[in-house]
């Protein structure tokens, strides 16, 4: 079945540490993205790449990192630099630069003691 | 700058009323608008979206939004709640590369 798929779906992590969350798609979407989910806050763009090699950073992108080395892969690292790594992350694939849909993965839930 | 507006964190209605979401967006170009829902602990599923052409959309679960340009809105409706309706939805606005995100409205059903 053609999905995206994010792993773990929960993690714990000591400060200080950094952590990568997985984002795989099989869409053969182009665009890939991540976002931060608080409560009462909605979503909020972290990072965002519309092609392999190139990525663009979102409105909150201090303390975190991505690469896109591959099409189908989106890998978010959460540095010890960000004040406050602890919530639900989610990701996201589309087929067009974002004038159409986005297919979520079912999210990450880091909490960072 | 785009930006999408969610008036009412929190809606709640009995089972079999109206549901009524509201959303309100800020758009340089003509805008691609969606509305998600997401239940607890999972990702956020398209429920409908307005590209071009009429004006109300359809979509699944029996909800459906309808495209004001005048007012700027794109309410989300449905008919008659049911229980399973009980989520967190989202209206979402994509002007160019990326989607932009309100802060959602819990809708809690009663019986």
């Known amino acids: 079945d053609g999905g995206i798929t994010q792993s773990p779906k929960y993690l714990f992590r000591k400060e200080g540490q950094n952590v990568t969350l997985s984002c795989e798609q099989n869409?053969?979407?182009?665009?890939m993205y991540w976002y931060r989910q608080d409560p009462g806050q909605g979503l909020r763009l972290i990072y965002y790449?519309?092609?392999?090699?190139?990525?663009q950073k979102g409105d909150i992108a201090e303390g975190y990192s991505v690469s896109r080395e591959k099409k189908e892969s989106f890998p978010l690292t959460v540095t010890s630099a960000q004040k406050n790594p602890t919530a639900f992350y989610l990701c996201?694939?589309?087929?067009?630069?974002?004038?159409?849909?986005?297919?979520f993965g079912q999210g990450t839930r880091l909490t960072v003691v | 700058a785009q930006s999408v507006t969610q008036l009412g964190s929190h809606v709640s209605v009995s089972e079999g009323a109206l549901v009524l979401l509201r959303c309100n967006y800020s758009s340089s170009v003509p805008p691609y608008l969606f509305w998600y829902v997401q239940y607890p602990n999972q990702g956020l599923q398209l429920l409908l979206k307005y590209t071009t052409g009429a004006t109300l959309v359809k979509g699944i679960n029996g909800f459906e939004a309808e495209f004001k340009k005048s007012e700027t809105s794109f309410h989300l409706t449905k008919p008659s709640a049911h229980m399973s309706d009980a989520a967190e939805y989202f209206c979402a606005v994509s002007p160019t590369d990326k989607l932009i995100f309100g802060t959602g409205t819990r809708l809690q059903v009663f019986p």
């Open positions: 869409l053969n979407h182009d665009a």
């Open positions: 790449s519309q092609i392999v090699n190139d990525f």
């Open positions: 996201a694939s589309s087929g067009s630069q974002g004038r159409t849909e986005a297919f």
